[in-house]
């Protein structure tokens, strides 16, 4: 399919990691987060990504974001529409997969819609329908205590039909393995939903390929990588714009297994940390006030400031102020300290998890930005377009070895 490819991403460090899909698979990728205005000025590009807060929010409003990002891509020429969501799948029985899945499909041309969470390369794979996590099944990983989304069922096709009445149906992997023809009656042969297996980089090239002339597909970072793959691009990539520099700080709400051991790789090199309690300071204003009052007394470089919890813990602060309300206290603080860092200067902002990068990135009021260079897969440093904005580096809880917040705030 000729065209733009118009990307919907439920999250932000969702969005940042299948912006970095399209880019190297050649295409020249925008990124905004939140819908753009109609007037916004572009540089060339063959890919769009705008990045909602969608994950985690009411179905309705959900779906009501993601109609506007459709409507906006298609006002900028998008004539195919990849909705990216978590490579685990995070969702929950009323969402929020199946109603933006069915929205998007229903202000699209008809057709089956190929979808796959597989992402080897964060090593999600799916086979016979369940979602690995590296060798554990998905209810088997620390995903099964998410803040938000607690994944306690590996089963894509169960998981996804307690959220839609639209058919969904299962490729396995023989057939992904007898090839392209094979894959494409078997996929196009349906209607509704196609979770088709796939475990490595080529098998996700396949399916790119039986997808590239479809309105509407679904999946992570790993399939946006194969369909990026099937359409080319004649214009070369830009040069790749180096790592920032700068005074850094690492803002971390995410409780996540890999974050928490990146957390305790600072801890261990010293690092000064400033652990965020919302339970002893359930103000968010006040709760910034003393994490800025805290940076402004420090002498080291590379701090940390932090709320992310074990499970236990974090189900300590959720049993006292409730889930919701934990989350917002926060994000509200997590934005204002941001807001309150880049005013003293700070060049680096590293944010891990993707609801707190959401809170970050909205506090900064930052429009969209450039990719640059990945501080690891899928983690690429972001040039806002506004230059008064500092870098940011949005990680995604589940990524990145555990000395990679430390090194990208380091000097
Ligand atoms: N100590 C805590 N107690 C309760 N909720 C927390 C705590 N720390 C973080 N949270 C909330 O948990 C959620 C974590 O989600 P996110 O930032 O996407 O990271 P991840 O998905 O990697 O855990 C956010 O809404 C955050 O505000
Ligand atoms: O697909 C993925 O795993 C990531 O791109 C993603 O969406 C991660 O979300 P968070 O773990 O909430 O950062």
């Known amino acids: 399919m ?17 912006a970095v899909a399209f880019r190297r698979g050649g295409l020249r990728t925008l990124l905004f987060f939140g819908v753009p205005p109609e007037t916004e000025a572009t540089p060339p590009h063959d890919a769009i990504v705008i990045a909602l807060k969608s994950r985690a929010i009411p179905a309705a409003d959900a779906v009501s974001l993601s109609l506007d990002a459709l409507r906006r891509l298609r006002d900028r020429n998008a004539e195919q529409i990849y909705f990216k969501f978590c490579s685990t ?5 009323r969402g929020n997969i199946g109603p933006v899945l069915d929205a998007l499909s229903q202000a699209s041309p008809p057709g ?28 088997e990983s620390p995903m099964r205590e998410h803040p938000a989304t607690p994944m306690t069922d590996s089963h894509l096709p169960r998981l996804l039909r ?29 209607t509704g939903y196609v979770l088709v297996d796939a475990l490595t980089e080529d098998d996700l090239r396949l399916l790119g390929r039986v997808a590239v002339d479809s309105p509407l597909v679904a999946g992570a970072a790993g399939l946006a990588a194969g369909l990026a793959a099937a359409r080319t691009s004649t214009t070369p990539l830009a040069t790749e714009t180096p790592a920032p520099s700068g005074p850094a700080v690492v803002l971390s709400g995410s409780c996540s297994a ?31 006030a003393s994490a800025l009052a805290w940076y402004d007394s420090l002498d ?24 919701a309300r934990s989350a917002e206290i926060l ?26 990068s959401g809170a970050v990135v909205t506090a900064l009021d930052v429009r969209g930005g450039v990719i640059g260079a990945e501080a690891a897969p899928g983690v690429p440093w972001i040039h806002p377009v506004d230059e008064r904005h500092p870098a940011l580096l949005l990680k995604s809880g589940n990524f990145g070895e555990p000395g990679l917040l430390a090194m990208a705030s380091g000097s």
Do not use: C, N, W
């Open 331 to 356: 994000e509200k603080a997590t934005g204002i300290i941001a807001v309150g860092l880049a005013g003293r200067g700070v060049r680096r902002l590293v944010a891990a998890g993707g609801e707190t």
């Open 89 to 93: 799948f995070d969702s929950t029985p």
């Open 300 to 323: 080291a470089g590379g701090p940390l400031i932090y709320s992310s919890a074990s499970p236990a813990d974090l189900q300590r602060t959720q049993r006292e102020l409730g889930v």
């Open 2 to 18: 000729t065209g733009v490819l118009g990307a919907i991403a439920d999250d932000f460090t969702g969005a940042t990691d299948v």
């Open 112 to 139: 089956s819609v190929l979808m796959t969470p597989s992402s080897p390369g964060h090593g999600r794979t799916q086979y016979q329908g369940h979602l690995f996590v590296g060798d554990t099944l998905l209810a």
């Open 258 to 288: 890999r974050t928490l051991e990146q957390i305790a790789v600072m801890l261990r090199l010293g690092r000064p940390a400033y652990r965020l309690d919302p339970v002893s300071t359930p103000d968010p204003d006040a709760l910034a």
């Open 162 to 190: 307690a959220q839609t009445t639209t058919p969904v149906s299962l490729v396995t992997h023989d057939v992904v393995r007898r090839g392209e023809t094979a894959l494409r009656e078997a996929v196009h042969g349906e």
